[in-house]
């Protein structure tokens, strides 16, 4: 996941860009440490038309303001254009709302992060330099919330070009598709990601090009749905057990991988219905209401905790609320608040999970799903508080990082794409 995973616990020295991957050992249940992790860069910016460049802390008179261009990049004014062109909308609430600044600072941040490239990033450090299918699609839905669907086709292409013949996707892939940087073990929730950012991104469109939109990635939402009905044709409804956007190996099923996975056979069955495949969306209803059930019964009994046996709630909650599901069920919302409570951090943001590493660090992708539930579920004063949590959190460049220190300090890498994604979605959502 962006907003480093437990797998993706990468400490990058503080002199440069060398990594070392922390083991798995400490994640959850660590005594309180408040560590002082290095904000590794306040940006990252244009240097030429091809070239991007990490932009340290106290560095940031180096960038044009209002971009992510340097002043010292080769037809920096070219560049600076570009991008203004490239984020230009005409969405009222992009224009008025009142986070001025958040808004153009997670847009740039996309834009930075994704201008050039088939499909975003999900940041610029080394080992961020990636697609993330996850991210990808929150990113493809936070541009279409923007009134910048314009922008989106690449992502849905790239992904259809990479989903394995099994109809599984990778945890990451290379910035090109070319393949994948690691080992780590393929993941079942992007099969549920996709379709429903699919759907989210094609209402978004006007009604005469929603079909053809649709049909062009039809054979990736056939895919993802074969897959997810044979993985959950078992004796709990449930799939196997597999790695979610925690990204480590597990021996029980999680709310995070189940969750996806719901909200991509509502999205498909609606999706498939627009371009005339009934049958193979009667399939997909089917099973989502088989799956549903099967989520209410593992993992309501406990308050939808990250597993059916407990442990603690994490963000996957959020999963299960608009804008990932129809409507709002009120022992969901419970959970979702009770799981509010157990994330908070000393700086106000939101860990990972009540059981994540008890180090006082917020994340910003977390606060900002968070935020976008609230602004969904009614709780306009709660989704407008992190936002401006997040809005004051950001760097001195602008951008959002990934995570916030117990003392307030921006740390870790930024910009990061799901971050600035989700803040654009909560952003349509209360003002659009």
Not at 61 to 71: D, M, T
Not at 264 to 280: Q, T
């Given at each position: 996941?962006?907003?480093?995973?437990?797998?993706?616990?990468?400490?990058?020295?503080?002199?440069?860009?060398?990594?070392?991957?922390?083991?798995?050992?400490?994640?959850?249940?660590?005594?309180?440490?408040?560590?002082?992790?290095?904000?590794?860069?306040?940006?990252?910016?244009?240097?030429?038309?091809?070239?991007?460049?990490?932009?340290?802390?106290?560095?940031?008179?180096?960038?044009?303001?209002?971009?992510?261009?340097?002043?010292?990049?080769?037809?920096?004014?070219?560049?600076?254009?570009?991008?203004?062109?490239?984020?230009?909308?005409?969405?009222?609430?992009?224009?008025?709302?009142?986070?001025?600044?958040?808004t153009r600072s997670a847009l740039l941040d996309i834009?930075?992060?994704?201008?050039?490239?088939?499909?975003?990033?999900?940041?610029?450090?080394?080992?961020?330099?990636?697609?993330?299918?996850?991210?990808?699609?929150?990113?493809?839905?936070?541009?279409?919330?923007?009134?910048?669907?314009?922008?989106?086709?690449?992502?849905?292409?790239?992904?259809?070009?990479?989903?394995?013949?099994?109809?599984?996707?990778?945890?990451?892939?290379?910035?090109?598709?070319?393949?994948?940087?690691?080992?780590?073990?393929?993941?079942?929730?992007?099969?549920?990601?996709?379709?429903?950012?699919?759907?989210?991104?094609?209402?978004?469109?006007?009604?005469?090009?929603?079909?053809?939109?649709?049909?062009?990635?039809?054979?990736?939402?056939?895919?993802?749905?074969?897959?997810?009905?044979?993985?959950?044709?078992?004796?709990?409804?449930?799939?196997?057990?597999?790695?979610d956007y925690w990204e480590r190996p597990e021996r029980?099923?999680?709310?995070?991988?189940?969750?996806?996975?719901?909200?991509?056979?509502?999205?498909?069955?609606?999706?498939?219905?627009?371009?005339?495949?009934?049958?193979?969306?009667?399939?997909?209803?089917?099973?989502?209401?088989?799956?549903?059930?099967?989520?209410?019964?593992?993992?309501?009994?406990?308050?939808?905790?990250?597993?059916?046996?407990?442990?603690?709630?994490?963000?996957?909650?959020?999963?299960?609320?608009?804008?990932?599901?129809?409507?709002?069920?009120?022992?969901?919302?419970?959970?979702?608040?009770?799981?509010?409570?157990?994330?908070?951090?000393p700086a106000g943001g939101l860990a990972p999970g009540?059981?994540?590493?008890?180090?006082?660090?917020?994340?910003?992708?977390?606060?900002?799903?968070?935020?976008?539930?609230?602004?969904?579920?009614?709780?306009?004063?709660?989704?407008?508080?992190?936002?401006?949590?997040?809005?004051?959190?950001?760097?001195?460049?602008?951008?959002?990082?990934?995570?916030?220190?117990?003392?307030?300090?921006?740390?870790?890498?930024?910009?990061?794409?799901?971050?600035?994604?989700?803040?654009?979605?909560?952003?349509?959502?209360?003002?659009?």
């Amino acid at each position: 996941m962006p907003g480093d995973t437990p797998s993706r616990r990468w400490l990058l020295r503080a002199g440069g860009l060398g990594v070392a991957v922390a083991g798995t050992g400490a994640v959850i249940g660590s005594p309180r440490q408040d560590p002082t992790v290095p904000l590794y860069m306040s940006t990252v910016a244009r240097s030429s038309s091809k070239s991007l460049v990490a932009v340290a802390a106290g560095q940031e008179n180096r960038v044009i303001p209002g971009s992510r261009v340097l002043h010292a990049a080769e037809d920096a004014h070219t560049l600076f254009r570009r991008q203004q062109q490239w984020v230009s909308s005409e969405r009222p609430w992009v224009r008025e709302n009142p986070f001025p600044n958040l808004t153009r600072s997670a847009l740039l941040d996309i834009c930075v992060l994704f201008d050039g490239f088939p499909a975003p990033l999900a940041g610029w450090a080394p080992l961020w330099r990636h697609v993330w299918p996850r991210d990808a699609c929150h990113v493809a839905v936070g541009l279409a919330a923007a009134g910048l669907a314009r922008h989106t086709d690449s992502v849905f292409t790239f992904l259809s070009r990479v989903q394995r013949v099994d109809g599984r996707f990778e945890a990451r892939y290379l910035p090109d598709g070319s393949g994948v940087p690691d080992d780590r073990p393929v993941q079942l929730d992007g099969t549920g990601w996709v379709p429903w950012a699919l759907d989210a991104v094609a209402q978004r469109l006007p009604a005469a090009d929603q079909a053809q939109f649709i049909a062009a990635h039809g054979p990736m939402v056939r895919r993802c749905v074969h897959t997810i009905v044979q993985e959950t044709d078992t004796r709990t409804g449930l799939p196997a057990p597999c790695p979610d956007y925690w990204e480590r190996p597990e021996r029980e099923i999680t709310l995070g991988t189940a969750a996806p996975l719901l909200a991509g056979l509502r999205a498909a069955a609606s999706l498939l219905r627009v371009i005339g495949e009934d049958e193979l969306a009667t399939v997909a209803g089917t099973r989502a209401k088989a799956l549903a059930e099967a989520i209410i019964t593992a993992f309501g009994p406990a308050g939808y905790p990250r597993y059916p046996s407990g442990r603690g709630r994490d963000t996957a909650v959020a999963f299960l609320l608009p804008p990932y599901a129809p409507t709002t069920e009120p022992l969901v919302l419970k959970a979702f608040h009770q799981a509010q409570d157990e994330m908070l951090r000393p700086a106000g943001g939101l860990a990972p999970g009540a059981q994540w590493r008890d180090d006082g660090i917020s994340w910003t992708p977390h606060t900002a799903s968070f935020a976008l539930a609230h602004a969904l579920t009614g709780q306009r004063a709660q989704a407008e508080r992190l936002l401006r949590w997040l809005d004051t959190h950001r760097t001195a460049a602008g951008s959002l990082p990934e995570k916030v220190l117990a003392d307030g300090s921006p740390a870790a890498v930024a910009p990061l794409a799901w971050s600035a994604a989700q803040v654009l979605s909560c952003l349509e959502a209360l003002y659009g």
